[in-house]
């Protein structure tokens, strides 16, 4: 019964590079969440995907990050041009439905250090 | 606006007693779901414990209870007879109903003394 999968756990990029971040949600889950972690603080919310439509990107950056979640595959967060403020780590979470009360379950993470 | 506040940044232990972490939330819905997050120092956040706004019972898992206390708009996490292993950034989150973005505190850091 295999969780949420992230890969890669560790990501590090020079300035101006592209961080690519993979997820693939429970078994059975079609509602991705990813979130950011800035350190010592709290996730924050970032885009709530479902297969082929992004439903919800009003906690993403307007610049540089996009996500996907297509028919087939892995959900994908892309950082263009990445800065050293877009260091941080990054969650994916999926549940099996989308309301509240439906429990998120969460990957390990992708910890994306740009040096 | 929406918020949830975790005031104790640090907190110790004795192994093999309980603690009671903190979280107070803000909301003017009627309708939310409380959950708390353990994220150890690998990184990854476990799931413990939800409680229903709308439950008459405090949730309880194995030695996790959550001791909701609406009109107060506390939600605190008690983590009965300590473990070494319970040392961890503990979370608390709120979502809305009809939503689906969680809303995290700022965490407490958990460590527990042998």
């Known amino acids: 019964n295999?969780?949420?999968?992230?890969?890669?756990?560790?990501?590090?990029?020079?300035?101006?590079?592209?961080?690519?971040?993979?997820?693939?949600?429970?078994?059975?889950?079609?509602?991705?969440?990813?979130?950011?972690?800035?350190?010592?603080?709290?996730?924050?919310?970032?885009?709530?995907?479902?297969?082929?439509?992004?439903?919800?990107?009003s906690?993403?950056?307007?610049?540089?990050?996009?996500?996907?979640?297509?028919?087939?595959?892995?959900?994908?967060?892309?950082?263009?041009?990445?800065?050293?403020?877009?260091s941080a780590a990054y969650f994916c979470a999926s549940s099996n439905s989308g309301g509240a009360g439906d429990t998120q379950y969460f990957g390990p993470g992708t910890r994306l250090t740009v040096l | 606006a929406q918020k949830i506040t975790q005031t104790q940044p640090g907190m110790f232990v004795q192994e093999k007693e309980a603690v009671t972490l903190d979280c107070t939330y803000d909301t003017?819905?009627?309708?939310?779901?409380?959950?708390?997050?353990?994220?150890?120092?690998?990184?990854e956040m476990i799931f413990l414990i939800y409680q229903g706004s709308y439950d008459e019972q405090n949730a309880t898992e194995g030695r996790y209870s959550l001791n909701f206390q609406k009109a107060r708009k506390s939600a605190n996490l008690v983590i009965s007879a300590s473990q070494l292993g319970d040392s961890a950034m503990y979370f608390c989150a709120m979502i809305l109903s009809g939503t689906y973005k969680y809303i995290f505190g700022t965490g407490t850091r958990l460590k527990v003394l042998a």
Do not use: T
């Open chain 1, 2 to 57: 295999a969780g949420v999968m992230q890969n890669p756990r560790h990501l590090v990029r020079r300035r101006g590079q592209e961080a690519r971040l993979r997820c693939s949600p429970m078994k059975g889950h079609s509602h991705v969440y990813w979130y950011r972690q800035l350190p010592e603080e709290g996730l924050k919310f970032m885009v709530y995907l479902q297969k082929e439509n992004i439903i919800d990107e």
């Open chain 1, 59 to 86: 906690g993403m950056p307007k610049e540089r990050f996009s996500a996907e979640f297509p028919k087939e595959g892995p959900s994908i967060l892309r950082i263009q041009q990445v800065v050293r403020g877009d």
């Open chain 2, 28 to 43: 003017s819905d009627q309708s939310y779901g409380l959950f708390w997050y353990k994220q150890p120092s690998s990184g």
